[in-house]
Structure formats: C-alpha cells, structure tokens
Nanobody, 120 residues
Framework: QAQLVESGGGLVQAGGSLRLSCAASGGPFSTYTFSRYTVGWFRQAPGKEREFVAGIRLSAIRDYAESVKGRFTISRDSAKNMVYLQMNSLKPEDTAVYYC?????????WGQGTQVTVSS
C-alpha cells in the first residue's frame, strides 16, 4: 500500500529554518519508480484553502509558489525515496499544516501532514 509520511515540522521563530521530509514507501513507490512521480508540497492554514507550495518533476524541474520563491527549496533523493522541503527565512504567515503529495498526471497520493508554526 502506497504511503507518504511527512516529518520535520515544529515550532520556530520568524527568520528561522526548518527542513521537512517526505518518505515514500509501498505500492508503486519502489526505488526505481518513485523518481518518475511528480512530488509536491502543499499547505493549509486554519480557515484557508489548501495551497501549492513547491513541486519537483523528474529529478530537477522545480516549481514554487510566488510567496516562497527564494526562501524554500525542494529536492529529492530518489535512491532513498525521499523528498525534502528546506524552508528558510520563515514568516508567521508560513504557519500551516504541510502535506506531501505524489502523482503522475495528478496528485493521487497524500500524506497525513506535519504542523509548522512560526512565531513572531
């Protein structure tokens, strides 16, 4: 059964950094196939719609929301079935539950999320 598990969330002061990790396992996520999936990070703040944060296609095609460009970096380690989101210069408005998702033509698989709280 396919599974995505996020980790690395927590409480940080404004200006600080966190690195989120997304571990893929089971189902279609073998070491040789996970690299074919587009993986994205999304977030949802209380009372707001879920929004796209960053995505990576193949090994090096990256997309970012305007609000995080220059501060967040998405990367993947296909050998370990891992995708990371390095978040620097965090702002209180980055506070949200962050989700990892994977898919081919659409995001079919979702993790449970990890909470990120940025204090001012």
């Amino acid at each position: 059964q396919a599974q995505l598990v996020e980790s690395g969330g927590g409480l940080v002061q404004a200006g600080g950094s966190l690195r989120l990790s997304c571990a893929a396992s089971g189902g279609p996520f073998s070491t040789y196939t996970f690299s074919r999936y587009t993986v994205g990070w999304f977030r949802q703040a209380p009372g707001k719609e879920r929004e796209f944060v960053a995505g990576i296609r193949l090994s090096a095609i990256r997309d970012y929301a305007e609000s995080v460009k220059g501060r967040f970096t998405i990367s993947r380690d296909s050998a370990k079935n891992m995708v990371y989101l390095q978040m620097n210069s965090l702002k209180p408005e980055d506070t949200a539950v962050y989700y990892c998702a994977a898919g081919t033509s659409q995001y079919d698989y979702w993790g449970q999320g990890t909470q990120v709280t940025v204090s001012s």
